[in-house]
């Protein structure tokens, strides 16, 4: 036997939605469902969010941590080749000190580099570049940078040649064969230096091809690169796949160079 209403007892409204499990409520789903408008203002806002992200975050990098470099010239052959893309670590020389052997990327002091002639691009193209080279998607175009191998730091006395033809640091002879370019001499010229507070002097691994520390010495700084000017270290090369290859520094060359 089952309980049934009296006829004295309310009774739902026909205009009131029944209770019933497993019967949707029309009015309230199609008041929630966003319109396909809104739809699609949402995705483009959650795609732009991601992009402006990944942006910053990819300017962050290239600030704080590395940046990307190509090499224009044969100067460092054949360590770095023309064409090569090569990361630089930007925690030298704000964190990490530089060192003897390290390969640099340096703002140019004055007078190294000849006018810098850009490649023809459209402003909308040039526009482009621009923004991905800030936020370091696109390698740095180095119309205003150099690479070099650092042979002497603050209060070095760097010299060539000694009986052997060989460069000396500190009095110390160095065995540059692990990365001078083979068929080079460490120097075609003599030179006899002591490098200055805050300085660098930066050779190439291609010494017959290299206008370096050497061939400066008129220029801002006398032949020195002001260590304020270094960009950073370079640790890789990362294009051609088929040169991708860390960059280590070779300690053993300078490990008998004493202090200054």
Not at 80 to 88: Q, S
Not at 89 to 105: A, E, F, M, Q, Y
Not at 119 to 125: C, F, N, S, Y
Not at 234 to 251: I, K, Y
Request: proline residues 11%; negative net charge.
């Amino acid at each position: 036997m089952t309980d049934r209403p009296s006829a004295h007892e309310p009774r739902p409204s026909q205009h009131e939605a029944p209770a019933f499990a497993g019967v949707p409520d029309v009015a309230a789903s199609t008041a929630s469902e966003p319109s396909p408008g809104r739809r699609g203002l949402g995705l483009l806002r959650e795609t732009a969010i991601i992009v402006v992200s990944a942006l910053v975050l990819s300017w962050l990098i290239k600030t704080l941590l590395v940046q990307a470099f190509f090499i224009p010239s044969g100067s460092m052959e054949d360590t770095l080749e023309i064409g090569d893309r090569v990361m630089v670590s930007r925690l030298v020389p704000d964190v990490l000190d530089v060192n003897r052997g390290d390969i640099v990327v340096f703002k140019d002091p004055g007078g190294w580099l000849p006018p810098y002639e850009p490649p023809e691009r459209t402003p909308a193209g040039q526009a482009v570049a621009n923004v991905l080279t800030f936020v370091g998607l696109m390698p740095a175009e180095t119309g205003d940078h150099l690479i070099k191998r650092v042979i002497g730091t603050p209060g070095d006395h760097v010299t060539c040649c000694d009986d052997e033809g060989r460069v000396a640091v500190n009095g110390e002879p160095i065995d540059e064969e692990p990365y001078i370019r083979p068929g080079s001499v460490p120097s075609q010229d003599p030179f006899d230096v002591v490098v200055p507070e805050g300085m660098l002097f930066v050779m190439g691994d291609n010494r017959q091809n290299s206008k370096d520390s050497r061939y400066n010495t008129g220029n801002p700084g006398g032949g020195f690169v002001p260590i304020d000017n270094v960009v950073g270290s370079t640790f890789a090369v990362v294009w051609p796949l088929s040169d991708m290859t860390l960059l280590r520094n070779p300690g053993d060359v300078f490990a008998e160079v004493p202090e200054p």
